[in-house]
């Protein structure tokens, strides 16, 4: 039985003397290029009258455009290529002959069809699968462009003028952003438009929701797999966040929700600009513009030991606070109006209005969930009316029940909480008076912070105009 060494040579012998016989023409060449040997079709082809006159010459010399010498320089095979002799074109292939010891010695050549239309479904092919990965590359740099932008941001009020003119300054820097604020209020949003107001638009805005990620994927998510890193591994490797936002910028949020372990890969990611993928020993460095949102309070797990100091000023070079839904009742209208539009648009249904004593219920609540909040009320309302217009008693189907300050009366005598409030309406109503509507001007005339003013318009049902 012969043995594995002995196969591998007769398949060798086998393959060149069948190539040789099935196709166009073959050469071979020795490590300086010499040509040592042609088949029998090769010199006709070439012209080539006495085909022993070819024999130890340069392999230029016999065949203008060979390309044979580079690969015994290169040692790399050329597998398929066209090449020109005369009027006539020829596919070849050119592949390089090692020793036992796997050192270059030569290389052999083959002329595989006399007419490159031979190839015609090959390079159908070729250009089939390059469109296809032309347009697979173009759907995911669309998919890693930002969907909003600081017009994206709905308010004109005091609060949200203040941190979109904050959010235009840190669009014009590269440095870290820390934004916070509760659920709801628009973090990602406000990341995305600091990214297309950015010099770096055109490069991929990457987002990672850290309390979605498993915490042992986290690592992976973050840095990529090297290939075969682990059982189950792809053998290709997976790039990670940090390598696809390169040069772009890479949101983290809610970044309070990582581990404290992973907390220092990430510093030392930021602080070199460069990391290892799961698995590899080789280091990559990137250029990426970090934007981190969280609703927690950062100081406060920087306090208890939850998060590390140096990680939080290394993110919390601008920050940026996002305001609740019920500090800014001057922007209700114009909110409700935008989510409406919006809903109408992705529902498919005919265009719906808001009165204003809906308004004023909406302005009656506390918004935890925010603005997400909002939207969600007015897309059930707007499922379960008739109208075109939306009332306040739809909102009612859809909503708490308002707390009563006062229990209803049985009898001519005003509560003591009718009576604050009224105090407090009439105070209020002055101040903005007196101030031409400036809110902040107002309220330090009343003693109390703006947040406590909108806190009170909005608790005493005041409407966006009134107040």
């Not at 012209?47 to 022993?52: F, L, R």
């Not at 050549?109 to 390079?123: E, T």
């Not at 250029?287 to 927690?296: G, Y």
């Not at 009332?391 to 707390?403: F, I, N, S």
Request: aromatic share 4%; net charge negative.
């Amino acid at each position: 039985m012969a043995t594995r060494d002995e196969l591998r040579r007769l398949a060798s012998e086998s393959l060149v003397s069948h190539f040789s016989e099935l196709c166009e023409g073959a050469v071979i060449v020795d490590a300086q290029s010499r040509v040592v040997w042609m088949n029998d079709h090769y010199p006709g082809r070439l012209g080539i009258v006495d085909p022993s006159l070819a024999i130890g010459q340069p392999v230029e010399q016999v065949i203008a455009n060979s390309q044979m010498r580079q690969v015994v320089d290169s040692g790399k095979p050329i597998m398929l290529d066209i090449m020109d002799v005369g009027e006539e074109s020829f596919v070849v292939t050119r592949l390089p002959l090692r020793d036992a010891a796997g050192t270059v010695v030569g290389a052999v050549g083959f002329i595989l069809y006399d007419d490159p239309r031979h190839l015609a479904p090959v390079v159908s092919r070729y250009q089939q699968l390059r469109a296809e990965l032309a347009d697979a590359e173009r759907k995911l740099a669309e998919a890693r462009r930002t969907k909003y932008t600081f017009s994206s941001f709905i308010g004109a009020g005091e609060a949200s003028s203040e941190l979109k003119q904050a959010a235009r300054r840190a669009a014009r820097t590269a440095s870290s952003v820390l934004i916070l604020g509760e659920t709801g209020t628009g973090k990602e949003l406000l990341a995305q438009a600091i990214h297309a107001a950015s010099p770096r638009a055109d490069r991929p805005f990457v987002a990672v929701n850290i309390a979605a990620v498993p915490e042992t994927l986290l690592e992976a998510e973050f840095f990529g797999v090297a290939p075969g890193a682990y059982t189950g591994a792809d053998r290709r490797g997976r790039e990670g966040k940090f390598k696809l936002a390169d040069h772009g910028t890479l949101f983290l949020d809610e970044i309070g929700d990582m581990s404290l372990a992973l907390q220092a890969k990430l510093l030392r990611t930021l602080q070199e600009r460069e990391f290892e993928a799961v698995g590899s020993n080789r280091l990559v460095s990137v250029d990426v513009r970090i934007i981190a949102a969280t609703s927690r309070n950062l100081e406060q797990m920087v306090a208890d030991g939850t998060f590390r100091a140096d990680l939080y000023y290394r993110l919390n070079v601008i920050t940026l606070n996002t305001p609740p839904l019920r500090e800014r009742p001057e922007d209700m209208a114009l909110l409700a109006e935008y989510l409406i539009e919006q809903i109408c648009r992705q529902l498919d249904i005919p265009a719906h209005d808001i009165s204003s004593p809906a308004l004023n219920r909406l302005l009656r609540h506390d918004w935890p969930g925010n603005v997400r909040e909002l939207a969600n009320v007015l897309e059930r309302a707007l499922l379960m009316t008739d109208n075109d217009l939306l009332e306040a008693a739809d909102l009612d189907r859809v909503m708490p029940k308002v707390r009563e300050s006062v229990p209803a009366a049985r009898s001519n005598v005003i509560g003591i909480a009718e009576v604050v409030a009224q105090a407090e309406r009439k105070a209020i109503l002055a101040a903005l008076d007196e101030s031409h509507g400036n809110k902040a001007q107002a309220a330090r005339s009343l003693g109390i912070s703006r947040a406590a003013l909108y806190e009170k318009i909005a608790a005493l049902g005041l409407t966006a105009d009134a107040a």
